[in-house]
């Protein structure tokens, strides 16, 4: 998502705002640096403790407003206007609660793929939630990511996928033994220029990769709601909790791990590539329904 800092200000300026709040709100527009503006991004944005509070929640509502206001001179379509009206900003009241990401059940997942129509939108859905990866991780993936030569000399082994994360850094992220059969085939049916091509977008720059972000995001909160896993209120609009995007997916398969497979944390934080344990703790709060059942008896 770009947006040119000069335009926002400008836009602020008009409604004659006070010096320092502009101030205060182009301190906050320049922590704000995810790709789109939608429900898991504000989640993450005030997830950060520094920006739990009014005055980073004013700029939120105004700078949602600049992009529903602006939108066509920005270069955004219609769509992606109305996914930005839907997001809600929670209000601060008090102590901030903060929102747990309800984890989708492990078979459940199967229901999400049979909901998504192409080979693609498949394996992207399965290699996000079996490999742990982040929206920007998985759109980044080439063919050379996978270590095909080593996995190929036995094929019933996982194999490993090179991935780039949060200021490009770099992770190796593991593949079931049958999704890198799938991928293989993939390839295969399809022309790629190079063994460098990405296998999801293609090899023309940011606004393609943010292009493809807002497609796929789309394409899964869709899936979510045929497959009955999003839940439609009275008005028939999607209920926040449960709606399917791309980090619920990789917070799914955490849950799984420590819940069904019996992982330590240690080994989920090997898993989902966290430099700190502490990162991988907010996990451990699925633990809890099966805590009180233990205590019960």
Same mark, same amino acid.
């Given at each position: ?58 700029? @939120? ?117 049958? @999704? ?68 619920? @997916? ?40 099966? @805590? ?6």
């Amino acid at each position: 998502m770009i947006v040119p800092i000069d335009k926002f200000e400008t836009w602020l300026e008009n409604k004659n705002l006070k010096k320092r709040t502009i101030e205060n709100y182009i301190y906050y527009y320049n922590k704000f640096t995810y790709e789109c503006f939608n429900q898991e991004t504000i989640s993450r944005f005030l997830s950060i403790k520094a920006n739990r509070n009014s005055i980073a929640r004013s700029f @939120l509502v105004n700078f949602q407003k600049f992009l529903k206001v602006n939108y066509k001179e920005l270069g955004f379509s219609q769509e992606f206007r109305m996914e930005i009206a839907e997001v809600e900003l929670p209000k601060l009241t008090g102590r901030i609660k903060e929102r747990l990401v309800k984890p989708i059940p492990h078979e459940q997942i199967q229901l999400l793929e049979k909901a998504l129509e192409t080979e693609q939108l498949k394996l992207q859905l399965l290699l996000s939630y079996y490999c742990a990866l982040r929206l920007g991780e998985l759109l980044k993936i080439s063919i050379m990511s996978f270590n095909w030569e080593i996995w190929k000399q036995d094929v019933s082994k996982m194999g490993e996928c090179r991935v780039y994360g949060k200021g490009d850094k770099e992770g190796i992220a593991l593949v079931p033994a049958v @999704l890198m059969k799938r991928v293989s085939i993939y390839i295969k049916n399809n022309k790629f220029n190079s063994v460098n091509s990405k296998i999801f977008i293609s090899d023309d720059g940011d606004i393609n990769l943010k292009n493809k972000s807002r497609t796929w995001q789309m394409k899964l909160r869709k899936a979510g709601i045929v497959a009955g896993i999003t839940k439609l209120d009275g008005k028939d609009k999607p209920i926040l909790d449960t709606v399917v995007h791309p980090h619920r @997916l990789r917070h799914s398969y955490a849950s799984y791990l420590l819940n069904e497979k019996g992982l330590n944390l240690k080994e989920v934080q090997e898993v989902l590539r966290h430099a700190s344990l502490q990162s991988t703790q907010i996990y451990t709060h699925i633990n809890k329904e099966s @805590l009180k059942e233990k205590l019960s008896h």
